[in-house]
């Protein structure tokens, strides 16, 4: 058994019930993993928050997740888009979308008779102080942080565990498609998604659409970018009809921005 992943049975075994914050990423997977093997699936509940900023991805990996463990699954879903705080899309959003998802996955929990409620933050050497932030005030615990796991750890053991399934790379939240300072709206988060979701069904493994008024860029891998090239009339049409004014494929391909929320 990997190091690592014995010291994080042990930091669970702490409690005698605990609540799993799951996002659908291999985090929370191994956390709810971790959770079950130390205080069996009885003394394990999952809980993820529904909301508008999730792709659709996350919550069938959550079902899928629960349904193996034999872990029930609590949907709570968050009002992010009644968060002015959210909806204006300044440098403090991730601080306030977080804030509404815990304060939703927090209420949730009330009444289930758990004595801690569990995130799959990951150790860092230079931690996200929004998440950290937010985490304090809602006094949620963070096992892979004490038990020193990064994400690459948690690939490791999810292979060492023949789980290697729920090792998925980030998916982060549609909100990181609206350009900072633009106002999010339902509607530009659903043209994203059938956006994304329609390039995905062309055999593409990752997609970004970004999106600002409602003009759209489309990232994909840098070594699939020729190929969008050539399929960029029918789908630039396409998007048009899901309500995009331009569109345009960005070159460079698709650039990492920041995963979060859960």
Known sequence: MHKKYKALIETIKAYDKVAVCLSGGSSSALV??????ALGKEKVEAITASTPFFTGEELLSCKELCKRLDVRLHISSASIL?????????PERCYYCKKCMMDAINREAIGMG?????DGTCYQTDPDSNNERVLGEFGIK?????????????????????????SKPENACLATRISTGEPITLKKLRIVRAAENYIKSLGYAVVRVRIRDLDGRIEVGKEEVEELMEQQDEIISEMKELG??????????????PATCL
Request: hydrophobic share 35%; charged share 25%; glycine share 6%.
């Open 32 to 37: 709810a993993l971790a959770a079950v093997e």
């Open 82 to 90: 009644t968060n002015p705080y959210v909806v204006s899309n300044g």
């Open 142 to 166: 963070c096992p892979l942080v004490g038990s020193e796991i990064t994400k690459e750890d948690v690939r490791d053991i999810l292979d060492e565990l023949s789980m290697s399934y729920y």
């Open 244 to 257: 995009f004014r331009n569109v345009s494929i960005d070159p460079e391909g698709y650039r990492r921005t």
């Open 114 to 118: 758990v004595d801690a409620i569990l």
